[in-house]
């Protein structure tokens, strides 16, 4: 009995050895599983990183035996490449779900052109590869289906005038393009580079595509449809055909360019700088003025679907889809017909008009010449035509209205103002009238000299007869921390609150100098410049109880005050004093008085010469005028260059005649 013992395993002992087998090899068990599992979500969260980064041969390396048998690198790299670069996914997220044996269940969400995805999957593993099928992509997906992607494009809002009129809308062109089986070879290919501004090469390149038949139309061009000659020009060349085309046009042209701005294809920077907006190669982008200010309101948001298709192209499962929103229409304060009268009348010169009504500050005319038009953008301007307004030298792409100007004698009133605000000029006294005049002999050979000096020299006949040295002696008068307090009342120097980018008007470029500086800038000369805007604001105050209004463009805009610069009782007497430059047979825009019609305003003139004794310079000519009462309320201020030998601002003036009699008609 002992020996059978001796030689048997204590059964108590034994069942302990069992239970310690089982126990080892459960965990064994589990730490297989734990470790397998572990693995296959590494192997997919790796295969979804590599995803997100488009890395799509080395995802390949991720497949099965098994499934690299049914699909080769090539046809795998295409595949996924085509599909996730076409709906332009981005930032894929994964969330595994649960774990079954060799099956992970897991959610995928992303980004692309139509919105977010967010769809729930399942991969099954070869250990730790993962069996791939088109499945893998999205479940609803077969080998033999596709996903298609279809975009539906949104309207660009319009631009409208005050009265609804269509400053830029959607307009009709002609694509012009060839037919291949229709041609005469290459040889019309010079004749036809030299109609549409193009080279023959670039026309050689184009038709050299692989993808052109002998029927298909491919474009070379869009032109206008105003332009019959070259209509009939053009479709004398076999194998030349005109097709209507949408695009943004312009109605008004020359008048409105630099306002409204013009559109142009966008560039690399541009897709780079406005990536996830929604624009591609082939968009559009406004590239100056509104278009260009309001680009994000007025481009609106495209419409694209994503949906997967099966082989006879029924569509099978929709993935996203993004409606569309159509672009909003922008309403600006402009008179259009003003606007086009005042370009009409400085067309041939080098101007800026700005009118205003002066009680809400909307802008109701904004016009720079010369100038270009909008148009020509929109259509494809050739190189001759963009190298002949890059080198013209009146300078048709600068925009005036936005640059600050030497005022010459329009900045009289303000000093007046100025001197009366701060109660430092008393507007009755008689300063004396001379032609000529300095300080004292530490002004050296420098004089003030003036064409006009009135007797009594008090501030109503300065302003009357624009005498620059009466304003000369008000200046130091005034002194010039009075000045400047009275420059910074009327936001001189600051930046301009308005829809569209301004040049900031100076009263110096850094401190004043000297007393001579000072005096000169009492009539308008020294370091000081005006932009339009602000000048038409200002002058708008006298005629507004001294309230400076903000300029505004938009008429959705809420009017604002900008400044309350002069006081009511300084502001009625400087626009009497400004009826009487218009109203008196002696005022220097006398040739401007309307019978029956109460009118102020003022000339000047800016001249712009390297010293004193410079006779070669140039000269500025201003005209700003206004409406008194308020039943037509308006200001006009127009700067024009070169006005020496033209008349000086007397041209200004007698070219206002016009836009300004029609607008009150």
Known sequence: MNDVYTNRRNPKQLIMIGGGIVVIVTVAIIAFFLLTGDSKEKTLKEYYSLLSEHKYEEMYTYLSEDSQTKYSKEDFVKRNQNIYDGIEASQIEIVIDSKEDQTLKYNVKMNTIAGEINFENQTTFSGDKINWDDSNIFPDLKNDYKVRIVEDDASRGRILDRNGKVLAGQGDAYSVGLVRGKLNGENDYTKLAELL?????????????????????????????????????????????????????????????????????????????????????????????????????????????????????????????????????????????LQNNLYKSFEKDKSASVAMNPENGEVLALVSTPTFDSNDFILGMSTSKWDSLNNDKDKPLSNRFKSSWVPGSTMKPLTGAIGLNTKSLDSSKDFGAAMKWQKDSSWGSYFVTTLHAPNPNNLKNALVYSDNVYFAKAALSIGKDNLIKGYKDMKIGEDIPFELSLNKSQYTSGD????????????????????????????????????????????STESKVWSEAFSKATADEIKNDLIGVIGDSNGTAHSFYHNGLTLAGKTGTGEIKASQDDNSGTEIGWFTVMTTDSLKPIVISTMVEDVKGRGGSGYVVDHMKQPFDSYLK
């Open 197 to 337: 501004g193009l080279t023959k090469e670039g026309i050689q390149k184009t038709m050299s595509a692989s993808w052109i038949k002998d029927d298909s139309f491919v474009p070379l061009k869009t032109i206008s449809k105003s332009d019959a000659s070259l209509e009939n020009a053009l479709l004398k060349i076999p194998g030349v055909k005109l097709t209507t085309t949408s695009v943004r046009s312009y109605p008004y042209g020359e008048a409105t360019s630099h306002m409204i701005g013009y559109m142009q294809k966008v560039t690399a920077e541009d897709l780079e700088k406005h990536k996830g907006e929604g624009y591609d190669e082939n968009s559009y982008i406004g590239r100056s003025g509104i278009e260009s200010a309001y680009e994000k309101d007025l481009k609106g948001k495209d419409g694209v679907a994503i949906y997967i298709v099966d082989a006879e192209g029924e569509r099978i499962k929709t993935l996203a889809n993004q409606e569309k929103e159509n672009g909003k229409d922008i309403t600006l304060t402009i008179d259009i017909t």
């Open 512 to 555: 004043f100098k000297d007393d001579i500086q000072v005096a000169d800038s009492g009539y308008g000369q020294g370091q000081i410049l005006m932009n339009p805007v602000q000048m038409a604001s200002i002058y708008g105050a006298f005629v507004n109880d001294g309230k400076m209004m903000t300029p505004h463009i938009i008429k």
